[in-house]
Structure formats: structure tokens, C-alpha cells
């Protein structure tokens, strides 16, 4: 019971983790790194 629990913990965590992108501000993801289109900080 207890490696049932923590796998569906580990998924959930994975998936949230894996989602972050678009909940994240545009801003924050913007920015190539170069001179031309460097990152916002």
C-alpha cells in the first residue's frame, strides 16, 4: 500500500512539474540568451 501511494505521489509530482511551463508568466520565459534577444532578468 505504501509503494502504491508513493508512485501515484511521484506521477502527481512529475506532471506538476512537467505543467509549471504554462502556468508561468510569458516574461519569465522569454529571451533567446543572445545579443540580439537577450534574457529578462
Known amino acids: 500500500m505504501k509503494k502504491l501511494i508513493l508512485s501515484l505521489l511521484l506521477v502527481v509530482l512529475c506532471l506538476s512539474l512537467f505543467g509549471l511551463d504554462k ?3 510569458v516574461n519569465v520565459l522569454s529571451g533567446a540568451g543572445t545579443s ?3 534574457y529578462l532578468v
Open 23 to 25: 502556468w508561468a508568466p
Open 36 to 38: 540580439d534577444n537577450p
